[in-house]
């Protein structure tokens, strides 16, 4: 890269994607002390988005988020792309590296459209396309009737106000980012368990390309990267794929991570939930907590996940 050519940063175009591509680009400025022309933001159509009408789950999974950045990165098109990490697939191209991981947003879950979750009337219709969010809420109210809801949190917000569902779920991160704060009710993620890597923006480059790596190295978070680091091995245990309910909360106790994990029946009947207590940087405590969980799971549970061995 000559010395002014701009650092070229590929970003999906979601209003969220692109207020996460901004506060990286924000961080890149201040790190480096650039002024905000020396990042491009790139943005890039991804198929995730031109497909609205069905679960990500039924069309190809979480690399329609990704695929179209990592041929523009392969390409050198761009030098780096930003995501959301909770949407990046468990095993990347080796061509691929995760050179930043930024500081992580609130991991909470935002309810929408009721004031509690035992506060939703008995057999209302709650949207979600998400497994894991469909399992915990049957978990806890069987009663209820899970709607498929995909699209932009302008989009489910308008969905919820046509009376396409009573209520929704949002990630709160999500709407921080958007400038949304206070939107919803906030469920502890202590009781409702997030997603793995849920709050965590990943920027993406080259694995070939020690400059962008350097640069990218700067605006690193080293407890956010600990963290999503071991979530993503806890899915790697498990073969989880956006098809499979999982949920993972980690907190840092002292110098060491403390990792609740959960998996779920896809009809919430079953739960079964561990924690484990590991150094930073110790990915086979997660992904021994992951063989642990399936261990335990009955037959047509574990058959839910997969293996990526
Ligand atoms: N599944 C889509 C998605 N990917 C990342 C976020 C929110 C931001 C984040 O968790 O980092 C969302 C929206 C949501 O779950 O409400």
Redesign the pocket.
Known sequence: MPDNAPFRLGTRRSP?AMA?AHEARARLCAAHGWDEARVELVPVIASGDKIQDRP?ADIGGKAL?TRELDIWLAEGRIDAAVH????VETIRPDAIAIAAILPR?D?A??LLGATSLEAIPQGAKVGTS?PRRAAQLLHARPDLEVVGIRG??AT?MAKLQAGEADAT???A???A?LGEKGVGVRLDPEDWL??P?????GIECRASDEEAQAILAAIDHAPSREEVLAERALLEGLGGTCHSPIAALTRREGDALRMTAAIYSPDGAIRIARDAIFAPGDLDAPRQLAADLLAEAPAHVAAHFGSFA
């Open positions: 969220l996460q990500l988020w959301s990490m909770k949407d947003e991991k879950d935002v998400a932009n949190v489910r779920f949002l990630a991160a999500g709407l980012r997030p997603a890597a849920q709050a965590a923006i």
